[in-house]
């Protein structure tokens, strides 16, 4: 069925133009659409959940944990990782190489180590046991690897580090495993050492990798420059622990040191931070500011390390950073990355799914009313999606459909119902279970989910799959009482290692004693029915149908805003009949009446949204979509450009920014193959290639590799075009090494391109840049010429374009 709106019959002022009313029909289509494509789920009332129901849940987590790192010793041990479709270790150097993602190996058993806290909360300390002896037997540190300091740090020294505050634990609470010396510890001290020389730079922030035993020494580590503000700043809770334990104070030291020359970092104006910088210089290499990937457990470790180590400094820290995320990254429950010096400026069209703790860090730092909201929209991600995929859209589609079993998520779910007590997080969280047990759950422990789209799953079960996301369940359908220890008492690391706060009572000149007031807190808790568990549930409601929109959302009295509107939804369609406007199918024409002169002004408002909404969608569209431009005149001053779409993969061309060349046709045109003949001649060219025969982003690397300055990929397709198909953006494979601008183009535009390629003597030389930037200049060019032409009384014609 296909629907427009006709103006209403009372109101004043003309009614809505053809271009207009196209663009009416196209929302109300794609609400029509969504109201019907989706489920309506969402808008189940929470139900309690039993007593029972909740343990057979928490056994069932147990039994998950048993089947992943049963599948892992049995098949995999001393290997860092089990493959759960090959049902085999991964070892690095012997296992075909994944690039960059191995660097989170070093053949130091990662999984088990990983897993070690987990089995003392599953109270299972024989298997504790027997894992601690493997550990100190097996686990040596001293290879030739290059290693993520970030990743060693917080699966390795977390890791072992837990495992002997609890192996101390056990020694003294359950009269067992008297042998232990604090062999773990003295491991972790050792680890500690070979990450230390990653420390030495110029600002004090380490380097990304290091070798495990020739330091910084390596040749391939010579040309180290760029980390990311989580890598370097997600140090401090383990490195003081080390210290605090051990009575060295190097470590806490060194990442004490790391922090203060970060916070010196954040933007002024602002106080957010970006994402990569230069760890000798301190420039920042990518200014891109959310709460996800590349900063995420940054402002986690800020916060925890008020909690751990009592230090007010860290607080304070954290306290300028969130008020700053809060003013420009989050909208609503979205949180969309700016630009830390163009805080207005959103810089991505997508959220990851790293971000899905922050809902939990809200919890800790008692931020809970945004917190509900956040974890509200991602939970819809998840059910729209199965899975919450590693990036979605901010109208949540996919942007990367892989799921490697993230924890972050659940742990959120965790928190929110550790704070509010609301049932409503249990049965998402035995959601989340379910689905895992359906979806990723092989014969060989659990596997990665490659596309949420297919299901297709993946040769990898990351060690967080124990250390993180079962624990999380195992955690959120226990009653506290029942585990082994006061889990109030300890500091969840990233990793979600345990470590007590008892910890800063060991002595360091950065401690004080922290004013709980515990009672004046907890007061509000008191009341019956306590007000903390009402109230997620009102924050939450308005939120139900934010992707869905599959229920109405207007109750008595209140105006229905163009927004909420659904035309699936009879109540909406009396609403906006009521107001003067009538939907009708095509082909009927009777028009609507407003009932009263308000409610006619109510309609023209209504409109009006409906018409803000149309531009803000194509200013979105715009944004996105690039331009391959060049003058079509001798003089360069008239110019034109053809739309071409973005790629995930390569970074984006944001304002002003442009990459400028002369065009260049790859030889062989595919680019496939690692094959490039005329490589000497795309040399800081802009290189076209056609698609085909391999994926973008290896004709990416090709032309980068040989000194191209940009990529057109131009379509295989024949007679495809952006003015009659959707552009698109080309996806990548999860590795962000390609830097520079990759675009693609359709074959009519590649036609047009090409025909002008042919006509010119010379090469064709073009800018490759944002299509909304050159529209904004082409206007103001305009603007110009047509001052000046009023004002000397000359036409302002423009001259015919070349294409
Ligand atoms: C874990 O290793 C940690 O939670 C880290 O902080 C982020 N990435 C993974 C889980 O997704």
Known sequence: MSLYAVFPAS????????????????????LILVACVLSTETSMPTQNMSHKERAELREEARDMFYHAYRAYMENAYPADELMP????????????SRGDMDDILGNFSMTLVDSLDTLVLLGDFEEFEHAVKLVIRDVQFDSDIIVSVFETNIRMVGGLLSAHILAEYLQKQADTMHWYKGELLEMSRELGYRLLPAFNTSTGIPHARVNLRLGMKDPQLKKSRETCTACAGTILLEFAALSRLTGDPIFEVRAHAAMDALWKLRHRGSDLMGTVLNVHSGDWVRRDSGVGAGIDSYYEYLFKSYVLLGDDKYLARFNRHYNAVMKYVSEGPMLLDVLMHRPHAKSKNFMDSLLAFWPGLQVLSGDLKPAVQTHEMLYQVMQMHTFIPEAFTVDFQIHWGQHPLRPEFIESTYFLYRATGDHHYLQVGKRALKTLQQYAKVSCGYAAVNDVRTGKHEDRMDSFVLSETIKYLFLLFSDPHDLIINIDEFVFTTEAHLLPLSIAQLGNATFSFRQTEEHNVLDFMRTCPSSNKLFPEKVRKPLRNFITGSCPRTSGGKRLSALDFQASNADHLRAVYDMGITMVSVGDRS????????????GLQFMQEMLELTKMQSMNQLAALQAVAFTTDDKGQDWAALMAGPSHFSPELIGDQFVEGDVVLANPLRACDDRLDNAAEAKGKVLIAERGDCTFVSKARLAQKSGAAAVIVCDNVPGSSGETQPMFAMSGDGNDDVNIPVVFMYSVEFGKL?????????????????????KRWQLAKEQRMNETATATGTSSQKPEKEL
């Open 85 to 96: 479709l090959s049902c085999k270790g991964r070892y690095r150097g012997v296992t075909p």
């Open 754 to 774: 090409s025909a002008i390629m042919k006509r010119r003597k010379s090469p064709l030389r073009v800018r490759v840049m944002q299509m909304v930037e050159f």
């Open 591 to 602: 028009q609507g009446k407003a009932k009263s002169h308000e409610e006619g002004e109510m």
């Open 11 to 30: 109101g004043p002022g003309p009614g809505p133009g053809p271009g207009q009313r196209l663009a009416l029909t196209f929302i109300l289509g794609l």
